[in-house]
Structure formats: structure tokens, C-alpha cells
């Protein structure tokens, strides 16, 4: 019998967390929406991760059954460590959905996609019944845009027209998002480049503006969408 992976038993992400306590109380208070036989859809990122973890031991304590759609490998490799079935969205939809945030504004705009995972990010809120948006008060913003760039997912054939495009919607700076554990610049799940751009204004309708451009699959930036924010206090 082949023994288990000592890789997946050690799996974290790859930085340290920030406001751990913090984190640790909101994952503890989204542990308590799962009911049994929900399928959630399981967000990316170091809070999404502490998240996962406080279903996982409260399923085991009151034996609850549930199946996780994963945004990301990393989430689906913790899922496996974790014993959490997944599923894709080809066989379900999410009961509800959960996932951290780089910026939140008033409106509960949000700047996500730090990790790289927009695409099946917004793709799995989309699909959701519920979204709940796990964060710290650090993560709260009076403007989108003040401490984050917007990430946008670019085909790699795309990179000068979407440049190019970007800068025409008024963009202050477009940077190529370089992986800090490899030469070269971050490669996504799709196999997609990521641009992390700036505006002096996030204007309404921007998001729609930057997903027409030719060549971009998404953003990081969500306008408009039904979510319930949770802060530790």
C-alpha cells in the first residue's frame, strides 16, 4: 500500500497570515451556515483557507456531509487533505459560496484576485445561491483602488492590445505580474497572464468596460454583486 503524501499534509499558502485571530473568528462564524448536504463553493486565499478548515472540524464534530466547488488547485489540494469531496460546476450549484477580499468599499464593491483566482472566483459567485465576503477591517476601503492594483487575466496573445486598451480607459499604471517563485511572469490556472492595474477613479461600469476588451477572460474587480460581508466584530 502506498503510504500517504507528506507533501499534501503539509500544505499552506505561501504567505504568512496577517490578523490571524481576526481571520480565525470569521472563519469560526461561516463554519456556522453549513447545514448537511450543502455544496459550497470554497474561495481562495489565506482567510478562504482557515475557512475550509473551520467546516471541516465542524462537519467532523457533528457529523455533517458536505461537497466543496473549488476556485483554485490550492483549494483543491486542501480539500484533499481536508477529506472534503469537491465537485464542479458541470454536476452543481453552490448553496452558497465564501471568500476573502483584497478591498471593500461601502457599496461592497470589492478588488479581488491577489492569488491569482478571479476567474473561477467570480464565476462561482455568479453561480451561487448566497456569497458571503470574509474579511478583516484592514480589508475596508472608503475608495476601491487605495491599497490594491485591480488584476486583470489577459491571453497571453492579448498583452498589447489589452495594454493598450486599458490605458485608453484611463489606467495609471499596468504592470506584468512577475511570480515571486519562478523567472518570468505569473502564469494562471488557464494558462493566462495577469496585468495589476490602476485607475485614479474606480468608475461605475468599469468592470463591464474591462471585460470587453479583446483577449481579457476577467478581473479582479466586482461591481454590483448581492454579497453579505463578515468582519470579526
Given amino acids: 500500500m502506498r503510504q500517504p503524501s507528506e507533501l499534501l499534509g503539509r500544505l499552506q499558502w505561501q504567505s504568512a497570515t496577517s490578523n ?18 450543502d455544496v459550497v463553493g470554497l474561495g481562495s486565499g489565506s482567510t ?10 465542524r462537519a467532523q464534530r457533528e457529523s455533517l456531509r458536505f461537497s466543496g466547488i473549488p476556485t483554485s488547485f490550492e483549494v483543491r489540494m486542501a480539500c484533499t487533505t481536508l477529506g472534503i469531496p469537491t465537485r464542479s460546476l458541470t454536476e452543481a450549484w453552490p448553496d452558497w459560496y465564501f471568500d476573502g477580499a483584497d478591498e471593500v468599499d461601502p457599496g461592497r464593491n470589492l478588488i479581488k484576485g491577489r492569488g491569482g483566482a478571479m476567474f473561477q472566483e467570480k464565476l462561482i459567485l455568479r453561480s451561487s445561491g448566497r456569497n458571503f465576503i470574509l474579511v478583516d477591517r484592514g480589508k ?12 486583470v487575466e489577459v491571453h497571453p496573445l492579448a498583452l498589447r492590445l489589452a495594454e493598450a486598451e ?9 504592470e506584468l505580474r512577475h511570480g515571486s517563485g519562478k523567472d518570468g511572469p505569473v502564469i494562471t490556472e ?8 490602476r485607475f485614479a477613479e474606480v468608475a461605475p461600469g468599469l468592470e463591464r468596460e474591462i471585460k470587453s476588451i479583446t483577449g481579457v477572460l476577467e478581473s479582479g ?3 454590483g454583486y448581492a454579497v453579505t460581508v463578515i468582519t470579526p466584530d
Avoid: M
Fill in 140 to 151: 475596508l476601503v472608503e475608495r476601491l483602488g487605495t491599497r490594491f492594483a485591480i488584476p
Fill in 166 to 174: 486599458l490605458r485608453s480607459l484611463q489606467a495609471t499604471e499596468v
Fill in 48 to 57: 478562504s483557507l482557515l475557512a475550509l478548515q473551520a467546516l471541516a472540524a
Fill in 221 to 223: 474587480l466586482f461591481q
Fill in 20 to 37: 490571524l485571530e481576526a481571520k480565525q473568528r470569521v472563519a469560526e462564524r461561516i463554519a456556522e451556515e453549513l447545514k448537511d448536504g
Fill in 190 to 197: 488557464a494558462g493566462n497572464l495577469i496585468l495589476d492595474v
